[in-house]
C-alpha cells in the first residue's frame, strides 16, 4: 500500500462515488435494485408539480405524432408535387408525393385537435383557470395540436412525455413548469388516468390504440370511474377496429360499446364530453362523489 500526499489523498476519497450523498448519486439511482425508488420518483415528481401549480383535473388527448399542420402538410404536398413532375420516373419521388397527399387529407385532425385545444382552453373562468387542463404525450403530431390550441387561448397545458431510445423532442407549446419526463410507461399512465374527466381519441397508432383500450378496460373492469371517451373520426374508428365483430364473437357485450362516441369536430367533442357530465346531474369541473372510484384501483 502507498502512502500518497494527505492532499491527494483527501481528493480521491472526495472524488468517490460512496462520498457522494445518497441522493446525489445517480450511479445509485440507475442499479437495478434501485427500481422501486426510481418508481416512486416518477409518481412523486409529477403529483407534487401538478398540484403545486393548482391543476384539479385533465381532458387527456392522444393522436398520432405524425399529424401535420394544414399549412405545413400544404406547402409539403406542393414540394411533393413539383419533386414528382420533374422527376416522373423516379420510385422514391412517387413514393413521396403519395405520403404527402395522405398527410394532407389527415391534416385536419390536426386543426380539430387545436381548436379542440382552444375551447378548452378557454373553458372555466377562461385561460388563467387551471382547474381543468389539456393534458397530452408532450410530443408532435396530435400533442402538438391539442397544446398548441390551449397555447393560442393563453392557457396552461400539460405535457407527459416518455425516454426513449430514439428521443421524442418535447413540442414548444406546452406550459414549461407542467411537461414532466418519465422513465417508466405505468407510471405516465397512471397519471394521464389519475386526474381525467374524458379521454380524445384522434386517429393514431400503437400508442394511441395502447392508450385508448387501456382507459375502456379500466372503465368496463372498473378500476376507475367512468368518463367520456371520444373517438374522433368515425370512419377512421370503425375501419380499424370492427367493434361490432367483437360484440358478434361474444369477446366484449353490446354495452361495451357505450363506453365511447364519436365526433367529427372540436365543437362535437367538447358538446359530447359536457353532454355527459350534464345527463348525470355533474359539471367536469365538479369534485368527485365520495363513493366514486376516480383514484386508480
Same mark, same amino acid.
Given at each position: 500500500?502507498?502512502?500518497?500526499?494527505?492532499?491527494?489523498?483527501?481528493?480521491?476519497?472526495?472524488?468517490?462515488?460512496?462520498?457522494?450523498?445518497?441522493?446525489?448519486?445517480?450511479?445509485?439511482?440507475?442499479?437495478?435494485?434501485?427500481?422501486?425508488?426510481?418508481?416512486?420518483?416518477?409518481?412523486?415528481?409529477?403529483?407534487?408539480?401538478?398540484?403545486?401549480?393548482?391543476?384539479?383535473?385533465?381532458?387527456?388527448?392522444?393522436?398520432?405524432?405524425?399529424?401535420?399542420?394544414?399549412?405545413?402538410?400544404?406547402?409539403?404536398?406542393?414540394?411533393?408535387?413539383?419533386?414528382?413532375?420533374?422527376?416522373?420516373?423516379?420510385?422514391?419521388?412517387?413514393? %413521396?408525393? #403519395?405520403? +404527402?397527399?395522405? *398527410? @394532407?387529407?389527415? &391534416?385536419?385532425?390536426?386543426? =380539430?385537435?387545436?381548436?379542440?385545444?382552444?375551447?378548452?382552453?378557454?373553458?372555466?373562468?377562461?385561460?388563467?383557470?387551471?382547474?381543468?387542463?389539456?393534458?397530452?404525450?408532450?410530443?408532435?403530431?396530435?400533442?402538438?395540436? %391539442?397544446? #398548441?390550441? +390551449?397555447?393560442? *387561448? @393563453?392557457?396552461? &397545458?400539460?405535457?407527459?412525455? =416518455?425516454?426513449?431510445?430514439?428521443?421524442?423532442?418535447?413540442?414548444?407549446?406546452?406550459?414549461?413548469?407542467?411537461?414532466?419526463?418519465?422513465?417508466?410507461?405505468?407510471?405516465?399512465?397512471?397519471?394521464?388516468?389519475?386526474? %381525467?374527466?374524458?379521454?380524445?381519441?384522434?386517429? @393514431?397508432?400503437?400508442?394511441?390504440?395502447?392508450?385508448?383500450?387501456?382507459?375502456?378496460?379500466?372503465?368496463?373492469?372498473?378500476?376507475?370511474?367512468?368518463?367520456?371517451?371520444?373517438?374522433?373520426?368515425?370512419?377512421?374508428?370503425?375501419?380499424?377496429?370492427?367493434?361490432?365483430?367483437?360484440?358478434?364473437?361474444?369477446?366484449?357485450?353490446?354495452?361495451?360499446?357505450?363506453?365511447?362516441?364519436?365526433?367529427?369536430?372540436?365543437?362535437?367533442?367538447?358538446?359530447?364530453?359536457?353532454?355527459?357530465?350534464?345527463?348525470?346531474?355533474?359539471?367536469?369541473?365538479?369534485?368527485?362523489?365520495?363513493?366514486?372510484?376516480?383514484?386508480?384501483?
Amino acid at each position: 500500500m502507498t502512502h500518497d500526499d494527505p492532499a491527494h489523498a483527501l481528493a480521491r476519497v472526495i472524488a468517490s462515488g460512496s462520498h457522494r450523498s445518497s441522493d446525489q448519486d445517480l450511479e445509485l439511482l440507475a442499479r437495478p435494485e434501485l427500481r422501486p425508488v426510481r418508481l416512486l420518483l416518477d409518481y412523486l415528481k409529477p403529483e407534487l408539480g401538478l398540484a403545486d401549480h393548482g391543476v384539479l383535473h385533465t381532458i387527456v388527448v392522444f393522436g398520432s405524432t405524425r399529424l401535420l399542420d394544414p399549412e405545413l402538410a400544404e406547402q409539403r404536398l406542393a414540394e411533393a408535387e413539383r419533386n414528382a413532375f420533374r422527376l416522373p420516373e423516379n420510385t422514391d419521388a412517387g413514393d %413521396a408525393l #403519395r405520403r +404527402a397527399r395522405r *398527410a @394532407g387529407e389527415q &391534416s385536419h385532425y390536426y386543426a =380539430i385537435a387545436r381548436e379542440f385545444g382552444r375551447l378548452v382552453g378557454c373553458c372555466g373562468d377562461g385561460p388563467a383557470d387551471r382547474r381543468l387542463l389539456i393534458v397530452t404525450g408532450g410530443g408532435p403530431g396530435a400533442m402538438e395540436a %391539442a397544446n #398548441r390550441g +390551449a397555447h393560442d *387561448a @393563453g392557457a396552461a &397545458s400539460i405535457g407527459l412525455n =416518455i425516454t426513449l431510445p430514439h428521443e421524442q423532442q418535447p413540442n414548444p407549446y406546452l406550459t414549461p413548469e407542467l411537461h414532466f419526463s418519465f422513465r417508466y410507461f405505468a407510471l405516465r399512465k397512471l397519471h394521464f388516468m389519475q386526474r %381525467a374527466r374524458a379521454l380524445v381519441a384522434l386517429p @393514431g397508432g400503437y400508442g394511441t390504440f395502447d392508450e385508448l383500450f387501456e382507459t375502456l378496460c379500466l372503465i368496463q373492469t372498473g378500476k376507475r370511474a367512468a368518463l367520456p371517451v371520444v373517438l374522433v373520426g368515425r370512419e377512421f374508428w370503425q375501419r380499424a377496429i370492427d367493434f361490432d365483430f367483437l360484440v358478434e364473437r361474444g369477446v366484449i357485450d353490446t354495452g361495451n360499446l357505450s363506453l365511447f362516441t364519436f365526433a367529427e369536430s372540436a365543437a362535437e367533442i367538447w358538446a359530447s364530453i359536457q353532454r355527459w357530465y350534464t345527463d348525470r346531474g355533474r359539471s367536469v369541473f365538479d369534485e368527485p362523489a365520495a363513493d366514486t372510484n376516480e383514484d386508480i384501483a
